[in-house]
């Protein structure tokens, strides 16, 4: 058989009889995704054709592959560095194109260019550390003290601007949680919907309609968003409503942020200032809702409610400024960045530790150089700091390491 070059054959029963056809490609090693030679068979999509050609395999010898083999051989064979692998996870469980085509570039190694010249850096101010303390007396032409240090500062400041890119990249990966809140019959239950530009909450008249949490996902601009619609806050001796404030108020703490809903189309009621008071310190926007209506809230009224909170003004029933009000919620979360779409962006809990320690290191090494420390004591920093940056690409990666990371791909892949 040729390398990749599909074969047409047949898929056979323990009998022998021919059940469907199916391609078959073969990969010679190191031109396959492992960097190995590979096999592909090509099915129809039957689980019950996959399930017979793999007990086939399995009674010929063949095992089946552990959760993310594929790519940890892929890695271990240097196909791909240890961030291009996480990104392969990243995009298999990627839900919105905009994840995926963020996993895309990591996964094609953007990560390890924007490394690359840093840690080229910091070899070159180990080289000129060590050759001071080696060779002292060869006179060799060493950076100033100084000058290394700010060099070092410079490097700082880039790992510092990723560093900062992680909250960004963390709510791009995982999504956010947004919890609706607002006293009963404001219409939380109708802006829910409009956010999911579909029914999925129960609206009517009466107040205290929704007693339990109501959740479901949506995306806005590509971020994965996860919407809890929750029961109107207001003191009740109803039993059934109690506890579903109380998970109300469960819902507002584990919240991202908050959509905190009142309706203009009345006066302004005591819950409403209460609510407001228990939300004091927490990541709000003020939903001024049903701006279809007349309105009983004067603007100072509306500016001074809404205090140093983002607030707009809303029709959850006609769908009056939905559009807005998303792109307030990816502005709120994001800040300025909301926009940009440039740059590094460091999508992963591990990567961005390894920063912060790079990081560290480096002002302490820094320190140790201004402060007239021995070179011993900097090129101990420098040494670590390039070690955690390695351990971001596989460089200094431990067996630990690799099956907490691979433990959480698909079956095979």
């Not at 010679?28 to 030679?37: F, I, K, N, R, W």
């Not at 095992?63 to 196909?79: I, K, M, S, V």
């Not at 550390?129 to 700010?150: G, K, M, N, Y």
């Not at 001024?288 to 029709?315: F, H």
Request: hydrophobic share 40%.
């Amino acid at each position: 058989m040729l390398p990749r070059q599909a074969v047409l054959g047949y898929l056979l029963d323990p009998s022998g009889n021919k059940l469907d056809e199916a391609l078959v490609t073969f990969f010679l090693a190191p031109h396959s995704y492992t960097g190995e030679d590979v096999v592909e068979f090509s099915l129809h999509g039957s689980p019950v054709l996959v399930t017979t050609l793999l007990d086939g395999l399995c009674s010929q010898g063949a095992r089946l592959a552990e959760p993310g083999e594929f790519t940890l051989r892929a890695f271990l064979n240097q196909r791909m560095d240890l961030s291009q692998a996480e990104a392969v996870a990243d995009i298999i469980e990627s839900t919105t194109l905009y994840q995926v085509q963020v996993a895309a570039r990591q996964r094609s190694g953007e990560m390890s260019r924007k490394l690359t010249p840093v840690k080229e850096h910091l070899m070159d101010a180990i080289v000129q550390l060590e050759s001071a303390v080696e060779f002292v007396e060869e006179d060799l032409p060493v950076d100033t003290r100084e000058v290394l240090a700010l060099k070092l500062e410079r490097i700082c400041r880039e790992l510092a601007g990723w560093v900062v890119s992680f909250r960004r990249g963390r709510i791009i990966r995982d999504g956010f949680r947004i919890a609706i809140i607002g006293r009963p019959n404001v219409g939380k239950s109708s802006l829910f919907n409009a956010l999911l530009s579909r029914e999925r909450s129960i609206v009517t008249e009466v107040p205290g309609t929704t007693r339990d949490l109501v959740s479901d996902c949506t995306h806005i601009n590509g971020i994965p968003v996860h919407l809890v619609d929750t029961a109107g806050v207001r003191t009740s001796v109803d039993k059934v409503e109690q506890l579903g404030v109380g998970r109300s108020l469960q819902a507002m703490a584990d919240a991202d942020a908050i959509l905190l809903v009142v309706d203009t189309s009345s006066p302004s009621a005591p819950e409403d200032e209460i609510l407001k008071k228990q939300l004091e310190g927490l990541s709000c926007i003020v939903v001024m809702n049903k701006s279809d209506l007349a309105a009983r809230w004067q603007t100072e009224e509306k500016t001074r409610y809404a205090g140093i909170w983002p607030w707009i003004e809303v029709s959850a029933k006609t769908g009056a400024q939905i559009d807005t009000l998303q792109t307030l919620i990816l502005r709120h979360m994001f800040g300025e960045a909301s926009a940009s779409r440039d740059g590094i962006l460091v999508t992963h809990l591990r990567h961005c530790q390894c920063l912060e320690a790079a990081q560290r290191d480096l002002e302490s090494a820094c320190r140790s150089l201004r402060d007239g420390l021995s070179e011993e004591f900097a090129l101990f920093d420098l040494r670590r700091a390039l070690q955690e940056l390695g351990a971001i690409t596989g460089e200094t990666s431990v067996d630990d390491l690799l099956g907490a990371i691979f433990s959480r791909f698909c079956i095979g892949k």
